[in-house]
Nanobody, 122 residues
């Protein structure tokens, strides 16, 4: 069983930065960050594969960076140049085994955190 706990959310002004963390207990594999804004479907933000390769949604490419500290079993999302449209609940997720790709749809991830709210004001 894997437990994921996100932290680092909060309020920030447009143009600012925020770093999210996701502390994991148990074995994690491919991991990703997703977000869900009010009235919208959950969308993928970034993913990281077993070999450290990363991939991003077009909407955040060049502004967000996903990384993982394997020694600490912690996933990060560095968010720069934040925009009001980045406002959402952010979730981290992990697949259940080695059969995974860098960035997949939400259905491919078995384990999810509880989410952390990020609010960007203009």
């Amino acid at each position: 069983q894997v437990e994921l706990v996100e932290s680092g959310g909060g309020s920030v002004q447009a143009g600012g930065s925020r770093r999210l963390s996701c502390a994991a207990s148990g074995s994690t594999y491919c991991m990703g960050w997703f977000r869900q804004a009010p009235g919208k479907e959950r969308e993928g933000v970034a993913g990281i594969g077993l070999d450290g390769r990363t991939a991003y949604a077009d909407s955040v490419k060049g502004r967000f960076t996903i990384s993982k500290d394997n020694a600490k079993n912690t996933l990060y999302l560095q968010m720069n140049t934040l925009k009001p449209e980045d406002t959402a609940i952010y979730y981290c997720a992990s697949t259940a085994d080695w059969a995974c790709r860098v960035f997949q749809g939400a259905g491919a991830y078995r384990y999810w955190g509880q989410g952390t709210q990020v609010t960007v004001s203009s």
